[in-house]
Every structure is written in structure tokens, then in C-alpha cells.
């Protein structure tokens, strides 16, 4: 490393200079995964969304979107999910594996959004946190996808990891890495900034061997190089 860069790597990073670096990372995180997507779990309403977003945890959006053609065609509303026949449900979402723990999630949320929601899914945060199977993280998912919402930002894995790489953020803890994100990205950026660094995590800033050769973010990234045991 330079003289220059070490010195300027030693010296903390103020706000408006993280800020500007985020920028530059949006601009080309876009050039290579904007597709106009924001999810890449197929739906067509907020409670196929929210269906769907319960099965995706510890199963790929591949296996989720095989399964719910059949299953969105069987229950179309609250109703139909509060009301199914547990069995069979689990049936249908078995091969997205924790399938009895995530059917007792979609009956009992269906149930809730019944009792207090009127059979429809709540766009407010503190409302959609309330309900089975649906915690801070799933509930920007939900927010971003089905209504472009930008309040908050999702940290899975993906983007906690690449946040620590990136030098956005030092924490382990998901809220407090989202604090960090926050403060550093543009408000209107917050939900596509986490699509995109999923898409980022997932080709190219693996946890395991990540391809710092080939990423465009190298010059904006601290960890370029060595960055295998920022997890
Ligand atoms: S340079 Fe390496 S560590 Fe940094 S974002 Fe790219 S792949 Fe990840």
C-alpha cells in the first residue's frame, strides 16, 4: 500500500465523504443489475408478496417461485390461508424445506391481517412487524417490493456482509448495520441499495472467495483483496 493510502486508509472516513463514496457505488452497482426489478420473488399483490417472502427464509427465490404458481392458484386470500387445511398447505410448500414452521407462519398471519386488517396487508412498519413469520428485515422487503417504499433498508446476509466490506458499517447486529446505511445512502435509494448489494453478494462478493478481480466496486472498497474474513 502507498504512503497515500495508507495514511488516508488510517484517517476515520467523515460522513459526506461516505456519502459520496455510496453514490459512486450506486451508480455502478445499477449499471450491472438494474433491471427494474425489486424483488426477485414473483408476485402480483402484497399478500403473495408476504406469502412469499415467509417461504424464502433459508430457501433460494429460485425454489420459492416453483412453488408458488400452484399455490397462489389453491388460496387467493386471507381467508383462503387462515381457513386451509394445515396438511395440505405444508404439502404444497414442503420442498422450501422448515415447512411446517413456515405454514404455521402463513396461517397465522393470514389469521391476524383477518382479525385486525380487514383481510388486507398493512403498509405501516410497526404493523407489518406484528404479524407471524414477518420481522424488521422482511417487512422492508415486503415495503420496497410491493409499494417501492424507502423507509427503511433490508440487512440479510448479503447486504451485512458487504456493508462490513465496504466499510459502511462495522456491526454485526442487522438494525444497527441499517442505522449505518441510513445515514450514508440517499433516502430514495435505501430499498434499490439493498436489491442491489444482494445482487452484488450473490455473482461476484461471496462470502467465500469473493471475486475482488473482477468487481467494479474495487476502488471504492477497503477489503478489495483481502477481504475473505469480513463475514
Ligand atoms: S472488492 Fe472484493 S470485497 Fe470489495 S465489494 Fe468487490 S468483491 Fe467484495
Known sequence: M????ANAAARPESLQAKRRRVATILKKLRR???????????HVDALQMV??????????????NL????????YKTAADYAGSDIGELEGLIKSTGFYRNKARNITGCCR?????????????????VT???IGRKTANVIKYAVWGDNDGIAVDTHVGRLSRRLGLSERKDPE??????IEAAPRDARGELSWLLIQHGRTICAARRPLCGECMLSAQCPS???AEDIK
Not at 502507498?2 to 493510502?5: G, H, L, V
Not at 406469502?51 to 420459492?64: E, F, G, M, N, P
Not at 403498509?123 to 407489518?128: A, D, F, G, I
Open 176 to 181: 444497527k448495520v441499517e442505522r449505518d446505511l
Open 112 to 128: 391476524k391481517l383477518m382479525e385486525e386488517h380487514g383481510g388486507k396487508v398493512p403498509r405501516e412498519m410497526e404493523k407489518l
Open 131 to 133: 404479524l407471524p413469520g
Open 224 to 226: 478489495a483483496g483481502h
Open 2 to 5: 502507498s504512503k497515500r493510502k
Open 67 to 74: 412453488v408458488t404458481p400452484e399455490l397462489f392458484k389453491r
Open 32 to 42: 450491472r443489475y438494474s433491471g427494474g426489478r425489486r424483488t426477485a420473488l414473483d
Open 51 to 64: 406469502v412469499a417472502t415467509i417461504l424464502s427464509a433459508q430457501c433460494t427465490d429460485k425454489q420459492v
